[in-house]
Nanobody, 124 residues
Framework: QVQLVESGGGLVQAGGSLRLSCVAS????????MGWFRQAPGKERDFVAV????????YYADYVKGRFTISRDNAKNTVYLQMNSLKPEETAVYYC?????????????????WGQGTQVNVSS
């Protein structure tokens, strides 16, 4: 049974930082591209970042580029999202997801597995 479990969310002031983790079980992480998405209250879920199977390639949404960093440690079956200079409008539930078919995709329906999400609250 495949499970993705996110952690590291919480409350942070605007301009602060958080590091999210996503631990995978039931799959070989190196076979999957891993993405992060987020869903703010009352809004659709949006793409944030994706990293290819061995971490050689990363792609970010324009609104997080230069502030967020996605990384992975396949030996630990873990993917990370370092978030710096957070803004109040980035308050959302953050999800990690796994895609076996493509090295990089921003399309939600391409991802086969999803975590339950971790809440990030950014206060002004």
């Amino acid at each position: 049974q495949v499970q993705l479990v996110e952690s590291g969310g919480g409350l942070v002031q605007a301009g602060g930082s958080l590091r999210l983790s996503c631990v995978a079980s039931g799959l070989t992480l190196s076979n999957y591209a891993m993405g992060w998405f987020r869903q703010a209250p009352g809004k659709e879920r949006d793409f944030v970042a994706v990293v290819s199977w061995y971490g050689a390639t990363r792609y970010y949404a324009d609104y997080v580029k230069g502030r967020f960093t996605i990384s992975r440690d396949n030996a630990k079956n873990t993917v990370y999202l370092q978030m710096n200079s957070l803004k109040p409008e980035e308050t959302a539930v953050y999800y990690c997801a796994a895609d076996q078919e493509r090295p990089l995709t921003t399309i939600q329906r391409d991802y086969e597995y999803w975590g339950q999400g971790t809440q990030v609250n950014v206060s002004s």
